[in-house]
């Protein structure tokens, strides 16, 4: 059983987390390190990041499916949770259609995914999935601890958390850029919307559900959209935004900060929502 993972995550690719910030992150009091970037099935980030910390949670956002096969990514799992009890959870998604030549409908390749995971006995409890429509945050009710959805909105959440219901995970990223100048903010940020998200079926398909137009997803997201998708401002104005997904109904959130020297931006955020 994975412990509490808090309120407040990071979200990384493990290249960018280095032994020393996470455990400065974990003195900060973030509850969980998320790696991104599809990280391999030996997970060996996973166990390097436990090793050298003590307490906070490290998890996977996400192993993807069409790239690891389930059961080389159960049997690090079992390795890690042997080492370092209450401390992982495994994040496993679909990733994107365009990535992957293999075909297969999505739908049956996640519950198939999942099925082996079973027969390796990789606990419900200690597994989230990646979801972003109705279909998928339904099964990741059903068949893992929730949900964990990327390149989302606080309007997101409010429907995701209808969606799964009372007590199960939901765990929305948010990337940040701390700055009180908008126009650098939306530099920094547009490029990380727009490339590759906007141009990825699942995620345009989510934004357009949201409410979101074709006008908004061009030319690489209008202003209001990158500003819907990447907080920026004061660190209290960048709390708010995060506490906006709390009030929808996400029991964590993990943010992904697009600046180029991250550390400065955990700690303000730090305490602006947890002193």
């Not at 307490?55 to 993807?64: D, E, W």
């Not at 390749?109 to 109705?134: H, S």
Request: aromatic share 6%.
């Amino acid at each position: 059983m994975v412990n509490a993972l808090g309120k407040l995550g990071i979200w990384a690719h493990p290249s960018l987390v280095s032994d020393e910030l996470a455990q400065e992150v974990e003195k900060l009091g973030y509850g969980a390190i998320w790696l991104g970037g599809s990280p391999d099935a030996d997970l060996s980030d996973v166990d390097r990041l436990l090793g050298v910390t003590d307490r906070v949670v490290v998890a996977t956002g996400i192993v993807n499916m069409w790239k690891d096969d389930a059961a080389p990514v159960a049997e690090s799992y079992h390795r890690i949770v042997g080492r370092h009890p209450g401390r992982f959870l495994l994040g496993v998604g679909i990733g994107h259609p365009e990535a992957t030549k293999v075909y297969q409908k999505p739908y049956d390749k996640i519950v198939e995914y999942l099925d082996q995971l079973d027969e390796a006995g990789v606990p419900v409890e200690d597994r989230a999935l990646a979801a972003l429509g109705p279909k998928v945050l339904k099964l990741s009710a059903e068949r893992s601890a929730g949900a964990h959805p990327y390149l989302t909105t606080p309007e997101h959440t409010r429907q995701a958390r209808e969606i799964l219901g009372e007590g199960k995970l939901l765990v929305p990223e948010h990337k940040v850029v701390l700055g009180t100048d908008p126009e650098r903010a939306r530099s920094i940020g547009r490029p990380r919307v727009e490339n590759p998200y906007l141009h990825l079926t699942n995620y345009v398909s989510n934004l357009k559900r949201l409410g979101w137009t074709d006008e908004d997803l061009a030319n690489g997201g209008s202003d209001r959209l990158v500003d819907a998708l990447v907080l920026h401002g004061t660190a209290e104005q960048i709390a708010d935004g995060v506490r906006a997904h709390w009030d929808a109904g996400a029991d964590q959130v993990c943010i992904q900060v697009l600046n180029e020297d991250p550390l400065p931006v955990y700690r303000a955020v730090a305490e602006a929502l947890l002193s």
